[in-house]
């Protein structure tokens, strides 16, 4: 890159009010709520096409957690009525399909540039714009907007000898486009995070031999999918305006099937107690977690509700032993809660085998498969279902200086430090969509997509008519807002588990919770913040 912004091959840059990472759901609602506000907006995208976490994560039985008629935008009523919905949780094809069609309706694939991936980006001091470097040309814009997504670089472990492995290995989060037919095939998977415990069913169903490695045994509730009964969607979509108004003010902004309880889990009577949990059991879905208040906040509550389902494994799973390295000890729920349609069941096949990898971790890979303590377990295909560098991995890795060369990287150094969880102190114009600090991954995204986006663009358009060229949060403001995210989480049992919540399944990433819990204060204190002039942001 020359002093004068031509690229260094001599093509022009491509000049914008705005550009936008991403051209996942919180990158095409940016994008079209940019220009109907007038902007200028560019979108680039490393994926070439729509959809994010849905483009990329295309493995077995990849489907939502969120419901259906919860998991779509409320932006536009007329795409709410159109669109029909088939499941009571979409799976990853149909989701796809959505996000295609939105990107149609809107005419919003002639501002993304796909097949795009950054690779460097600098603020401009004297400029005051950013300069994005990317594998196909140079950007230029006075705002940017990090619509990145949470959980999108994959986390590949390092083991010794992955290379010489002769069969095919797949990633969930980058499954291949043509799909994958493991019939006849001895799998591997390693992991049972909530990737793996969706696809070990249905991979289960395809192949001749299964083999899990499971490092942490996990928690999880029945889903409950099914088609989605026609009278329900109508009744939805007659109720949409009421139902999305209560969405946002849940603590998770999606609404449960059955009502929050209002009481403590640990002052029930063993009987009240078992029916209240047997019949959430039955309906399926995070309503579980919501049966009492104090389930994520209280340790012998939660430990009643964590023992509820350890004795649903004892009960499902057939052998004893198997059951006993299925059965989770640490708190429930304070990693992310997950949801599967006969997981711990098909763990009773007989050509599926669990290996505990807790105590001695895989060696190394072979040729022909996985090294365990010595023992060779032969496969022909291995599925790493070993998560993300969630939240601040792909930010880090696009290279980003702010302020006097100051580096992003440096910045986080001891965590991510950001005001709202929508802007980062030193680093003007710049803001993040679900970024580190706001509630994110504890929340249904798109509601808490939208909100994000309906923030920026409000704001956007008040430094538009106050003629402000920058906007970037003051140190103090960033300082006492990562104090108070940390204190919020720390009033829960949150911080309990060795969760990616907290970045700790990536080695030598700083410990911090990423997350703000509590989707309804959190959109009051942005209303509250954007009354109040931006306070905390400095404006020049
Ligand atoms: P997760 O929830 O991070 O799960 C990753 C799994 O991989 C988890 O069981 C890990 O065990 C396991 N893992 C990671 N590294 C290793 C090594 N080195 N050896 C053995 N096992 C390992 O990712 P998911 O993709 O399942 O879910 C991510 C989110 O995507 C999900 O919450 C949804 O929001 C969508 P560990 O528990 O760390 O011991």
Same mark, same amino acid.
């Given at each position: 890159?020359?002093?004068?912004?031509?690229?260094?091959?001599?093509?022009?840059?491509?000049?914008?009010?705005?550009?936008?990472?991403?051209?996942?759901?919180?990158?095409?609602?940016?994008?079209?709520?940019?220009?109907?506000?007038?902007?200028?907006?560019?979108?680039?995208?490393?994926?070439?096409?729509?959809?994010?976490?849905?483009?990329?994560?295309?493995?077995?039985?990849?489907?939502?957690?969120?419901?259906?008629?919860?998991?779509?935008?409320?932006?536009?009523?007329?795409?709410?009525?159109?669109?029909?919905?088939?499941?009571?949780?979409?799976?990853?094809?149909?989701?796809?399909?959505?996000?295609?069609?939105?990107?149609?309706?809107?005419?919003?694939?002639?501002?993304?540039?796909?097949?795009?991936?950054?690779? &460097?980006?600098?603020?401009?001091?004297?400029?005051?714009?950013?300069?994005?470097?990317?594998?196909?040309?140079?950007?230029? %814009?006075?705002?940017?907007?990090?619509?990145?997504?949470?959980?999108?670089?994959?986390?590949?472990?390092?083991?010794?000898?992955?290379?010489?492995?002769?069969?095919?290995?797949?990633?969930?989060?980058?499954?291949?486009?043509?799909?994958?037919?493991?019939?006849?095939?001895?799998?591997?998977?390693?992991?049972?995070?909530?990737?793996?415990?969706?696809?070990?069913?249905?991979?289960?169903?395809?192949?001749?031999?299964?083999?899990?490695?499971?490092?942490?045994?996990?928690?999880?509730?029945?889903?409950?999918?099914?088609?989605?009964?026609?009278?329900? &969607?109508?009744?939805?979509?007659?109720?949409?305006?009421?139902?999305?108004?209560?969405?946002?003010?849940?603590?998770?902004?999606?609404?449960?099937?059955?009502?929050?309880?209002?009481?403590?889990?640990?002052?029930?009577?063993?009987?009240?107690?078992?029916?209240?949990?047997?019949?959430?059991?039955?309906?399926?879905?995070?309503?579980?977690?919501? %049966?009492?208040?104090?389930?994520?906040?209280?340790?012998?509550?939660?430990?009643?509700?964590?023992?509820?389902?350890?004795?649903?494994?004892?009960?499902?799973?057939?052998?004893?032993?198997?059951?006993?390295?299925?059965?989770?000890?640490?708190?429930?729920?304070?990693?992310?809660?997950?949801?599967?349609?006969?997981?711990?069941?098909?763990?009773?096949?007989?050509?599926?085998?669990?290996?505990?990898?807790?105590?001695?971790?895989?060696?190394?890979?072979?040729?022909?498969?996985?090294?365990?303590?010595? &023992?060779?377990?032969?496969?022909?295909?291995?599925?790493?279902?070993?998560?993300?560098?969630?939240?601040?991995?792909?930010?880090?890795?696009?290279?980003?200086?702010?302020?006097?060369?100051?580096?992003?990287?440096?910045?986080?150094?001891?965590?991510?430090?950001?005001?709202?969880?929508?802007?980062?102190?030193?680093?003007?114009?710049?803001?993040?969509?679900?970024?580190?600090?706001?509630?994110?991954?504890?929340?249904?995204?798109?509601?808490?997509?939208?909100?994000?986006?309906?923030?920026?663009?409000?704001?956007?358009?008040?430094?538009?008519?106050?003629?402000?060229?920058?906007?970037?949060?003051?140190?103090?403001?960033?300082?006492?807002?990562?104090?108070?995210?940390?204190?919020?989480?720390?009033?829960?049992?949150?911080?309990?588990?060795?969760?990616?919540?907290?970045? %700790?399944?990536?080695?030598?990433?700083?410990?911090?919770?990423?997350?703000?819990?509590?989707?309804?204060?959190?959109?009051?204190?942005?209303?509250?913040?954007?009354?109040?002039?931006?306070?905390?942001?400095?404006?020049?």
């Amino acid at each position: 890159m020359s002093s004068d912004g031509v690229d260094l091959n001599g093509a022009e840059p491509s000049v914008h009010d705005v550009v936008v990472v991403g051209a996942g759901f919180a990158g095409m609602y940016m994008l079209h709520k940019l220009r109907g506000l007038g902007f200028d907006v560019a979108v680039v995208e490393r994926a070439s096409g729509v959809g994010g976490t849905w483009y990329w994560n295309r493995y077995p039985g990849a489907r939502c957690d969120v419901e259906s008629m919860q998991y779509s935008y409320s932006f536009d009523p007329e795409l709410e009525q159109e669109w029909e919905w088939s499941e009571r949780y979409s799976g990853q094809p149909e989701i796809l399909r959505y996000a295609n069609h939105v990107a149609d309706r809107y005419d919003l694939r002639r501002d993304i540039r796909f097949e795009t991936t950054v690779t &460097q980006v600098d603020w401009d001091d004297a400029d005051n714009q950013w300069r994005l470097q990317t594998d196909r040309g140079t950007y230029l %814009a006075r705002f940017m907007v990090m619509a990145t997504g949470c959980l999108s670089t994959a986390n590949v472990p390092h083991f010794d000898g992955a290379e010489t492995f002769e069969g095919p290995t797949y990633h969930t989060g980058r499954w291949p486009h043509e799909g994958v037919d493991f019939s006849g095939l001895s799998v591997g998977v390693i992991g049972t995070g909530s990737s793996a415990i969706q696809a070990i069913p249905v991979i289960a169903d395809e192949c001749l031999e299964l083999t899990v490695f499971q490092r942490t045994p996990n928690y999880s509730v029945p889903a409950r999918n099914e088609p989605l009964d026609a009278s329900d &969607q109508a009744d939805w979509k007659a109720n949409y305006r009421e139902r999305r108004a209560r969405m946002l003010t849940q603590q998770a902004a999606m609404v449960q099937r059955l009502p929050d309880g209002e009481d403590l889990a640990k002052e029930a009577s063993a009987t009240e107690f078992d029916e209240r949990m047997q019949e959430r059991w039955d309906v399926g879905g995070f309503t579980f977690y919501r %049966a009492y208040s104090d389930i994520g906040l209280d340790a012998e509550s939660n430990g009643r509700v964590a023992e509820f389902v350890r004795g649903k494994i004892a009960g499902i799973v057939d052998d004893p032993e198997t059951a006993a390295k299925l059965t989770p000890h640490n708190t429930i729920a304070c990693k992310r809660p997950c949801l599967d349609t006969n997981y711990y069941e098909t763990f009773n096949l007989s050509h599926v085998h669990l290996v505990d990898v807790s105590e001695t971790p895989i060696d190394r890979i072979s040729a022909a498969g996985v090294v365990v303590d010595g &023992q060779e377990y032969p496969v022909d295909a291995l599925v790493y279902a070993t998560g993300f560098d969630a939240m601040t991995g792909t930010l880090l890795r696009m290279n980003v200086t702010g302020r006097e060369g100051a580096r992003l990287a440096d910045h986080w150094d001891a965590g991510p430090r950001t005001y709202l969880g929508l802007g980062v102190a030193g680093f003007p114009n710049m803001f993040t969509v679900s970024g580190p600090g706001s509630p994110s991954v504890l929340t249904n995204m798109i509601p808490s997509i939208e909100q994000h986006v309906d923030w920026i663009a409000r704001c956007l358009v008040d430094l538009r008519e106050r003629g402000a060229a920058t906007i970037e949060p003051e140190a103090d403001a960033e300082a006492y807002w990562v104090d108070y995210v940390n204190a919020v989480a720390n009033l829960t049992l949150f911080p309990t588990c060795n969760s990616w919540y907290l970045g %700790a399944n990536i080695p030598g990433k700083t410990r911090v919770f990423m997350p703000l819990p509590g989707f309804p204060p959190y959109v009051e204190i942005c209303e509250d913040v954007a009354s109040d002039n931006y306070r905390g942001f400095a404006l020049a």
